[in-house]
């Protein structure tokens, strides 16, 4: 059965200091991961989806299938940042989403 | 472009009632699923439709139940509730086609079960 691990439930970093939010997966398949974001009183959005290898906001994952991991980084935190995100797995057929328990991102002043 | 809506917001049930939730999803998509997101057990999949039928499946007791209707609407629907049912219940719509697609999510209804 597929899994998403997000280990930590509270991030919490200055204000231009680099942040790295980790996921790890378990899927026998291939994989397609995302990240979603949930802004404070708005509704869950994608950030980023690992096929497109962007960079939203300038975030940036890389999915690294030996380690079967899809870290979330950004070299500097902005204020604006602060949000709960979650990392989330697309398996099968259709689109049944596998989401890691988030991680609530906190940039301090 | 409107975004997923459902319907209602809020809502105060008493256990062993059952309830019925809707999700309206962006015009053009026609999969919608369905998600319990509770402080414990985070964001779980309960169900998707496509095209009226239900294309996968969660864990959840057969008191979840949901359907789809020609216009892509969905409904879902929970019997005998219990307590541990109060949660965000979460909508989420879909297009079809690309691999990587995005799910557009509804601001939720929130049901507490007293």
């Known amino acids: 059965a597929q899994r998403v691990t997000q280990p930590e439930k509270l991030l919490s970093v200055f204000k231009g200091a680099p942040v790295e939010l980790k996921c790890n997966y378990s899927?026998?398949?291939?994989?397609?991961l995302f990240w979603y974001v949930q802004y404070s009183r708005q509704r869950l959005q994608l950030l980023l989806r690992?096929?497109s290898r962007e960079s939203i906001k300038g975030f940036t994952a890389d999915l690294n299938k030996g380690e079967t991991s899809f870290h979330l980084k950004k070299p500097f935190a902005q204020e604006e940042d602060s949000a709960m995100y979650y990392c989330a797995l697309r398996t099968g057929g259709g689109n049944k989403l596998t989401f890691g328990t988030g991680t609530q991102l906190k940039v301090e002043l | 472009k409107a975004g997923v809506t459902q319907t209602p917001r809020y809502l105060i049930k008493t256990r062993g009632q059952q309830v019925t939730l809707s999700c309206s999803p962006i015009s053009g998509h026609r999969s919608v699923s369905w998600y319990q997101q509770t402080p414990g057990q985070g964001l779980q999949f309960l169900f998707e439709?496509?095209?009226?039928?239900?294309?996968n499946k969660g864990n959840f007791p057969g008191r979840f139940s949901g359907r789809q209707f020609s216009n892509s609407r969905s409904e879902m629907n929970v019997s005998t509730l219990e307590l541990g049912d109060s949660a965000l219940y979460l909508c989420?719509?879909?297009?079809?086609?690309?691999?990587?697609?995005?799910?557009?999510f509804g601001q939720g209804t929130r049901l507490t079960v007293v």
């Open positions: 899927y026998s398949g291939s994989p397609e």
């Open positions: 690992h096929i």
């Open positions: 439709y496509f095209s009226e039928t239900q294309r």
């Open positions: 989420a719509s879909s297009p079809e086609g690309a691999r990587d697609t995005e799910a557009f």
